[in-house]
């Protein structure tokens, strides 16, 4: 992306500073940038952010990093020396947002101080998202997603009851971490729009409590009735029948009938109607009470048909299901390609690459994805330019590591 390609979208004009690293602060500010704002972000010279070291790779390229920090112009700039920091206090005036995910007092001990960055900066709002938050015993404490899952009663949930907990195959705390750090920055920006003399706004923002929240009702459910909340596999513990079953053809389906209305067609479109006068069914109560035995008739069932046949009656019904979906089926879906819910996008080491439509989508106010991830320090002349140095000055700094 060049200065000369306008962003679009309700965001477009608002600007962001993104110095964090790997997933969820990036990801925040990335959910910015679909949105049209302009976001820079700030890699340590040479190595680069850690993100581009996880798999997977295509010749050496990082595929995750593309993705993750789309819609971006990147520049290096080693924050941790006096150069960088100056560096830095001269681009920030130009920004509304900055966005960093260091352990707390590392910022500080670089001369990064929330009053240095007041100083150059009044307005700015400071998203600072950290795995356990800026106070209490934990906040120094290094984590990662698969911690705030467990810790947050995440995983607890996750599996049979049988077994162990189990981790879900994709690290889901740091996009629910990102994603409530990105609503921070919106409702932080319309303070300051309802507000305009306020000073900045910083925002603290933790994974763990991110990952709490998620999970609704669980707090409220042990303080008033004492319930501990325990696996159950993929069977719902909320309505029967609910769960995953396997066709005739060895696919898998997950099928929820959660009102008594949906329970009801259900049994038409597998022949079960004579179960529906079998008072352990009669309604969502007794049928979660009886659950064991309703999905021993249901599986038997879907067993004999195929994954085509069970689709045909379940539309037929009008029965919401869905196939187990790998993500070569979602390739191939006629819905998620009438959506354009996958597009194409360009990558300046990839040719063209496919990833993900912006959500949500605005009437009237277009967004799109304009670029993968950039390359290391690809913007850094465009940039540092617009902020006075020149090429001598960027050859030197470039020498001494700073960028």
């Given at each position: ?20 690293t790997v997933i969820a602060g990036p990801w925040s500010a990335t959910l910015l940038a679909d949105m049209g704002a302009t976001v820079v972000k700030v890699e ?190 993929n069977s719902s513990q909320y309505a029967a029948p609910g769960n995953v079953y396997e066709t005739a053809d060895g696919k898998w389906a997950s099928i929820a ?73 979602i390739f191939r879906d006629e819905h998620f390609a009438a959506r354009e819910a996958i597009v194409e996008v360009p990558d300046a080491e990839l040719g063209t ?51």
């Amino acid at each position: 992306m060049t200065r000369t390609q306008s962003r679009s979208g309700p965001l477009a004009g608002v600007k962001v500073l993104d110095i964090s690293t790997v997933i969820a602060g990036p990801w925040s500010a990335t959910l910015l940038a679909d949105m049209g704002a302009t976001v820079v972000k700030v890699e340590k010279p040479g190595a680069g952010d850690p993100l581009r070291a996880l798999p997977p790779h295509k010749d050496g390229e990082p595929l995750w990093w593309k993705v993750t920090n789309r819609n971006k112009q990147g520049i290096s700039l080693d924050l941790r020396t006096e150069a960088g920091r100056g560096i830095l206090g001269r681009l920030l005036p130009e920004f509304d947002v900055l966005v960093e995910n260091f352990r707390p007092g590392t910022l500080d001990r670089w001369g990064i101080t929330g009053q240095w960055l007041r100083t150059v900066n009044p307005r700015l709002i400071v998203l600072r998202m950290t795995g356990f938050g800026q106070t209490g015993p934990y906040s120094s404490r290094p984590g990662f997603a698969r911690v705030f899952e467990a810790m947050s009663g995440f995983t607890h949930l996750c599996g049979d009851a049988d077994r162990p907990p189990v981790h879900v195959g994709f690290p889901i705390a740091d996009a629910v971490g990102g994603l409530f750090g990105a609503l921070g920055i919106l409702g932080a920006l319309t303070w300051q729009l309802r507000n305009p003399g306020s000073e900045g706004v910083e925002i603290d923002c933790s994974m763990l409590e991110a990952m709490f929240r998620v999970l609704d009702f669980l707090p409220i459910e042990y303080d008033q009735t004492g319930v501990v909340r325990q696996r159950s596999g993929n069977s719902s513990q909320y309505a029967a029948p609910g769960n995953v079953y396997e066709t005739a053809d060895g696919k898998w389906a997950s099928i929820a009938a959660s009102t008594q209305s949906i329970f009801e067609r259900l049994c038409a479109a597998l022949g079960l109607r004579d179960i529906l006068g079998d008072a352990r069914f009669a309604d969502n109560a007794v049928r979660v009470a009886n659950r064991a035995e309703l999905d021993r008739l249901l599986a038997g069932r879907i067993r004999r048909m195929t994954l085509d046949e069970l689709r045909q009656a379940l539309d037929a019904h009008h029965v919401g299901f869905s196939p187990i979906y790998a993500i070569d089926d979602i390739f191939r879906d006629e819905h998620f390609a009438a959506r354009e819910a996958i597009v194409e996008v360009p990558d300046a080491e990839l040719g063209t690459v496919r990833m993900q439509s912006v959500v949500p989508r605005f009437s009237g106010l277009p967004c799109r994805v304009d670029a993968a991830g950039p390359g290391l320090g690809q913007h850094n002349r465009e940039i540092f330019e617009r902020i006075g140095l020149d090429p001598q000055q960027m050859e030197a700094l470039k020498a001494a590591g700073v960028i």
